[in-house]
């Protein structure tokens, strides 16, 4: 038996790939496939769009997939099924980042629209045209929604009186001299499945292992362990300087005026709290990177 499962094609392909691969699964990507190898005999994959991942997730073609929770909400608000797929995991991370995405509403910097109100009769780009379409009709809002495909940002004010496009940052938008004055939805990765393969006991249970692989990943990102060695005298100020994601460990040596301490900290916060750790007193102090923490 193998699990079927969907990996983004385009801006999410490679920070997928690289989180799978953080939760030990090597995934080899061929120029000239859909299909790419993993080292799992127990996975088949396939690259799709994110875009079209929900519908052939929920049409039963594959098993389970990745995409946004904007491509899910696009998918259900069309002509899609809906009630055939559950989420499994948050997944939060992104192609720049491990973070959030936004949909959000932009106009030119010099225009006077301050709200959605103000585009009535107004046409708008984007590629996330059903969720646009329900969002200005929950505002009561007549406008014309156009499907882009691509380079949104450059529409206004000739193709276009306003997009909704989606940002991490907001700088692509502000190179282009545009504004937000809304935000539609917020987005983030979501591993989710078919609940016809979740009936199957052992596709449920290949999956929630995945997701608590994958989750162990993200929570390893941007955190190193640390190891130091230190005097029972100046345990207590060493601790004060120790931030941690949970107490740290306290074990004994061979000398009993000596115990170790094991901790887990924001790798940004290394460079300045070694020197402070060095100088309170410890000694044989070893950081190592993280793959995976398990909570």
């Known amino acids: ?5 969907g990996i983004p094609k385009g801006s999410l392909q490679d920070a997928t790939i690289q989180l799978f691969q953080r939760a030990g699964f090597n995934i080899s990507v ?36 990745l995409t946004g929770l904007d491509w899910i909400a696009e998918h259900e608000a ?24 936004r949909w959000v509403l932009a106009v ?15 046409t708008i780009a984007t590629e996330l045209v059903r969720a646009t379409k329900a969002y200005f009709k929950k505002h009561d809002v007549n406008v014309k929604v156009e499907f882009s495909w ?11 009186d306003a997009i909704v496009e989606v940002t991490e940052t907001g700088s692509s938008l502000r190179a282009n001299r545009l504004r937000i004055i809304d935000t539609l939805m917020e987005s983030n990765t979501q591993l989710f499945a078919n609940k016809t393969a979740l009936a199957d006991a052992w596709k449920k249970e290949k999956l929630q292992n995945i997701a608590l692989l994958l989750k162990a990943a993200i929570e390893a990102q941007g955190r190193v362990g640390l190891m130091l060695n230190v005097k029972k005298d100046d345990l ?29 900290i924001e790798e940004k916060t290394v460079r300045n709290l070694i020197p ?5 007193n410890a000694q044989g102090i070893v950081e190592y990177p993280l793959n995976k923490i398990v909570l």
């Open 236 to 264: 207590q100020t060493i601790l004060g300087l120790l931030p941690a994601l949970q107490r740290p460990t306290i074990s004994s040596l061979s000398d009993d005026q000596w115990v170790a301490v094991n901790t887990i």
């Open 150 to 160: 691509g380079a949104t940002e450059v529409k206004p004010p000739m193709l276009a």
């Open 1 to 5: 038996m193998k699990l079927k499962l």
């Open 78 to 101: 069309g002509d899609g099924k809906t009630g055939v797929i559950e989420p499994i995991a948050d997944l939060i991370y992104a192609k720049q980042s491990f973070g959030k995405v």
């Open 30 to 65: 061929s120029s000239r496939s859909y299909f790419p190898s993993i080292d799992d005999p127990e996975i088949e994959c396939m690259l799709i769009r994110a875009q079209e991942m929900a519908r052939y997730v929920s049409d039963g073609v594959l098993d389970a997939g």
């Open 276 to 280: 402070k750790l060095k100088a309170a």
């Open 108 to 122: 030119p910097e010099d225009s006077d629209i301050t709200s959605a109100k103000d585009l009535e009769g107004k």
